[in-house]
């Protein structure tokens, strides 16, 4: 993974750009690729990159041209597919300079234009700048791993992996908040692609090109998630029995696991959380990681979250070089806006920050790669939500019947204030709206009724720029126009592939947390082959029952422990709002939610979070947070510190030594590396 940034004049009355904006966009970047710097200027565009050097080590340095020197290519990202890409390009004639997946992703482009990203299996976020057309492509992969910002402004354009790198490149670029990001985050936990928390700032869909063209843009998907159609042909659907299907992701996961592996030319290590997932890829990257296999896990000094017992399990059996870090609610509250820093959004979970200090504990033993399990939930339907909404769907269809309704007894079991703990309030809960269970975003319903309950605390006016929109409906007047003809289960994980899994997983806990140490993630489980499988999977081989990823709890049973395999399903949690109210709590906490700095920012009353941490006061000295004043509290904090470190203050620059390729056509002129 590196860090890509670029400016374009729009229009022939803009200012080219300069090498001193190039210089800070890179700057901004650096915790992304400490190892090269790279700069690329002419009289319309300009390409800074940041390089963490994975593959072709020597060679590779960007901004890289093709052999003809007729476009540019700034790349974030790897190709998982590059050396069957480069045969097949090398057999049509085209010649490389390199090893890189970057030259390849360039001769690509030039071989099949813009379809050359659906041949692309990988993760990436890139631009590439084509001078003699005065032809600008962005493009990010299909799942959303890599990030990719922009803005338009003063007849510019400036894109950048962060939002840090586009304010640091202009100085008069707004800083301020815009209600609908806030609107979005504070309903589905993150402003959802294209949205932004900050005005002006624009995101990149996953799986979209956008195209700048003789002043104008356009911007397309290039691939969105597909699944069966209930009566449709079966094309798109595995006709396979489960035995069959068990074989068949088997065979899936040991080749993404293998070419996450061997398509690196530094050692690559494993995140081990003690969950099926994580504990079913270390195994499988053991077996192509030669002799020393480096695995690395979160404990917790809260016993509720820690998963010592079952990653030490996992580790013994697979016999890799075992690392822990053990995170208290001190750790949490000391490292927080560094990780607000990372994430440039609000959260709603501290989950980030163990994951910070994880990643600080991958890079100190030399490990520049991960593995992690991420995606499989997703993909395998693993989450309790699905489970949540074929219960109240199941319900929804007899609302009269009382043993329906006992189902709910089966959820949240590892939740110490799980909400079905109480029968009669987990039937109120669960039975709101229960009319509409054919309706689309019906699972997610529950969720997004829950968080935004928190918009109680918003001051007047930013309640007010919130209720004259809807963020639910918005989302679901933009889907498919074949989601109507997927089943329940696929809708819901479409809408979580959407929404969580793309804008806060992959990012808040996934790419900000690694790169944050200069670490790059790879997941397997987001293969294209693994994620065409799974989706034409039929549902019953993924949620059996109520019982999730069964197909994948088989491929599993040979290969891990077998307690591993029949855990209740534990996803991965950390302390929230009471992290913030230890004996030793930093003095930012009560700087952030006082009333001047509440002011300040504009979204929150005062008084209502006054109330709020008198709550959590109380609560300091023993007993536990609703679920939502837990995200209420952190929702309300990293609001606040985002407000502190990007719209109240603007950070000075930071400079990186001259490295790599350094080209300037502005002034006629290369200037040697």
Known sequence: MCGIAGILALNATAEPPSREALLRMAGALAHRGPDERGLYRDRRAGLAHARLSVVDLQHGQQPLADADGLAWIVFNGEIFNYLELRDRLFALGHRFRTRSDTEVVLHAYREWGQAAFERMNGQWALAIWDPAAGRLILSRDRYGICPLHFCEHGGRLFFASEVKAIFAAEVAIPRAFDPAGID?????????????VFQGIRELPPGHVRLYERGAAREYPFWQPRFPEINGEDRDRFVGSLEQAVEEVKLMLEAATALRIVQADVPVGCYLSGGLDSSLVAALGRRFAGERFQTFSLRFADAEYDETDFQRLVAAQTGSEHHEVT??????AQIFPEVIRHTERPILRTAPAPLFLLSRLVRERGIKVVLTGEGADEMFAGYDLFREGKVR???GRQPASTRRARLLERLYPYLSRSPVHQQALARQFFGRNIEAHAVAGFAHDTRWRTTSAIKRLFCPDMRAASERRDAVTELLCALPAEFARWSSLAQDQYLEIRTLMSSYLLSSQGDRMLMAHSIEGRFPFLDDNVVALANAL???????????KHVLKRVAAPILPPQVVARKKQPYRAPNALSFFTADAPAYIREALSE??????????????????????????????????????????????L?????????????????????DYEHRERVPA
Not at 185 to 194: C, E, G, Q, S, Y
Not at 327 to 332: E, K
Not at 538 to 548: I, M, S
């Open 327 to 332: 995170v208290s609610r001190s750790d949490i």
């Open 393 to 395: 769907r199941f319900w």
């Open 538 to 548: 039929p549902d019953a081989y993924k949620l059996r029952g109520l019982d999730e």
């Open 184 to 196: 979005q985050t504070f309903t589905m936990w993150t402003a959802v692609a294209p949205q932004n």
């Open 643 to 663: 407000h502190q470190q990007f719209v109240a203050s603007r950070p000075a620059g930071i400079t990186m030594p001259t490295l790599g390729t350094d080209v």
């Open 596 to 641: 001047t700095a509440l002011r300040a920012s504009g979204v929150f009353d005062p008084q209502s979070v006054t109330r709020l941490v008198g709550k959590c006061q109380a609560r300091a000295g023993g007993g536990d947070m609703s679920n939502s004043d837990n995200m209420a509290l952190v929702g309300v904090l990293s609001t606040q510190l």
